[in-house]
């Protein structure tokens, strides 16, 4: 395994937040606590809970933990972020998320979830 291979998930997670930038990445994060709907959801609510910053739950160095990744620009986004406890073990979903100028979320709408 490379260093590139182990550091993927961070990799991905600072290109999310190149694209959104923190303050709508915590507004996501923010957004889909109220949906729920997978363990990842409820895992990264308990660490934000505690004062845990985005930043140091997805910079964390390690192979597994939470993913986050982001396509789209603008206002309109697809935003896939889960949680990956080994080679085949985690959850996670994808929403379609609109934020207003501000970096508020305005529409979060969750389309797939995952589980292995």
Same mark, same amino acid.
């Given at each position: ?5 182990? =550091?993927? /998930?961070?990799?991905?997670?600072? /290109?999310? $937040?190149?694209? @959104?930038? +923190?303050? /709508? *990445?915590?507004? #996501? ?5 109220? !949906? ?7 895992? *990264?609510?308990?660490? @934000?809970?505690?004062?845990?910053? +985005?930043?140091?739950? $997805? #910079?964390?160095? %390690?192979?597994?933990? #939470?993913?986050? =990744? ?6 309109? #986004? ?17 929403? !379609?998320? %609109? $934020?207003? /100028?501000?970096?508020? *979320?305005?529409?979060? %709408? ?7």
């Amino acid at each position: 395994m490379t260093s590139e291979d182990k =550091n993927y /998930r961070e990799l991905e997670a600072r /290109r999310a $937040f190149d694209r @959104l930038g +923190p303050i /709508r *990445v915590r507004a #996501f994060l923010d957004a889909i606590q109220i !949906e729920g709907g997978c363990l990842a959801i409820a895992l *990264v609510g308990e660490q @934000l809970a505690e004062g845990a910053t +985005p930043e140091a739950i $997805f #910079f964390d160095g %390690e192979k597994y933990g #939470f993913s986050l =990744n982001v396509k789209g620009r603008g206002r309109k #986004f697809r935003i896939s972020f889960g949680c990956v406890a080994g080679p085949m073990a985690g959850d996670g979903g994808e929403w !379609e998320v %609109e $934020f207003d /100028r501000d970096g508020r *979320v305005v529409r979060c %709408e969750g389309d797939t979830i995952w589980r292995s």
